[in-house]
């Protein structure tokens, strides 16, 4: 294989758009094309122009069975899965969260309605199902196979377990760090968690380095949903998409805004107010700024990252997926804001 950077992501991102159209066909019959067009538009394939995000968990499901030594290929249907799961609960979250539009355009449940879209993240959650049984025609036996579907039925849950909080947090007052914690463990790291182990587990390797490969997509998770923590008040819009301090606005109770409540009695003050407009926005982040929360976020994404890459060192990665493992790190944390 031609291990040129490049051309070696290229050619995974290349056959996981593949692999994920093709598993459409579960779904393909005559009653099906709007269920289908739904799934298409949030995907992004309809308008050529369109964002259709980063398809980051099935790239590192890809990168660490490459890591573990076997060829990233037979790693395909696992990491198709994870992308259903990671996108069927983004439709669920749009729903929850009363989010109209996702990666510029009309959520699911904006355009076909709360029921429809409902259905649409059903679908997706079972058709990452069905994926898992195609690893046996990569030549995957029955115990690797069964230990993959619990890691994905273990981050299924997880993720619950996740929004469950998060949407616990709109309506409680005083969220503590460890609770915040434990939500993003299962909100976002959990299945970067599982998305890595399951690539090491098609590698069927052994017990200790799977443990090691999980801990890395762990500890990467936790770093990178801090760092969305600091784009979503400190990030540009031409670089999140959304307006600056948009977070705030939502009143998301994210790490720095955790922290200065905790050490700021002027943030405090700001936070209760009644109603948040574009002027209180500005003065939250400038107490923000003055009460060190963005200095200490910035701090725990690195000791996330170190950690991350702690794990990665431990697990002894083959090349050139080592090194892109490493540097995909450290791209994602690396963002202007």
């Known amino acids: ?39 298409c538009h949030h995907l ?15 790239l590192l499901t890809l990168l660490c069975c490459d890591a573990a030594g076997s060829p990233w290929q037979s790693a395909l249907p696992a990491a198709s899965a994870i992308e259903w799961i ?30 429809q879209a409902t259905n649409t993240g059903d679908a997706l959650f079972a058709l990452a199902h069905l994926l898992t049984h195609e690893l046996q025609e990569q030549g995957h036996d029955s115990a690797t196979i069964l230990s993959i579907q619990k890691q994905l039925d273990k981050a299924c849950l997880d993720l619950t377990i996740g929004q469950h909080l998060d949407l616990k947090f709109e309506e409680t007052d005083g969220v503590t760090e460890d609770e915040y914690v434990e939500m993003i463990e299962g909100k976002t ?30 500890d990467l998770g936790m770093s990178f949903q801090i760092f969305d923590d600091l784009l979503g008040i400190w990030g540009a819009p031409e670089v999140t998409g959304k307006p600056s301090g948009d977070d705030l606005r939502v009143r998301k109770k994210t790490l720095p805004v955790i ?9 405090q003050e700001l936070w209760d107010s009644e109603e948040i407009d574009d002027d209180r926005v500005a003065r ?54």
């Open 86 to 115: 990671h996108n069927f609960s983004l439709i669920h979250d749009d729903i929850e969260d009363r989010s109209e539009t996702r990666r510029g355009r009309e959520t699911v449940w904006k355009r076909w309605g709360i029921a």
């Open 284 to 337: 939250m982040v400038t107490s923000l700024n003055r009460s060190g929360a963005r200095e200490y976020a910035e701090e725990a994404t690195r000791r996330w990252t170190d950690s991350a890459l702690e794990a990665l060192t431990l697990s002894e990665p083959a090349e050139p997926a080592a090194s892109e493992l490493a540097n995909l790190t450290q791209k994602l944390l690396s963002r202007e804001y």
């Open 189 to 218: 790291a959990a299945l970067i968690a599982a998305s890595c182990a399951i690539g090491a587990l098609t590698a069927q390797s052994e017990p200790s380095k799977v443990e090691l490969f999980q801990q890395f997509g762990h």
């Open 44 to 58: 992004g394939w309809i308008n050529p122009e369109a964002s259709r995000g980063k398809r980051l968990r099935p």
């Open 259 to 267: 922290f200065a409540i905790n050490h700021s009695d002027d943030f």
């Open 1 to 39: 294989m031609n291990s040129e950077p490049g051309v070696y992501i290229e050619a995974m991102q290349t056959k996981i758009e593949a692999q994920l159209k093709t598993s459409l066909s579960y779904l393909e019959s005559k009653s099906t094309a709007i269920l289908v067009q739904m799934v």
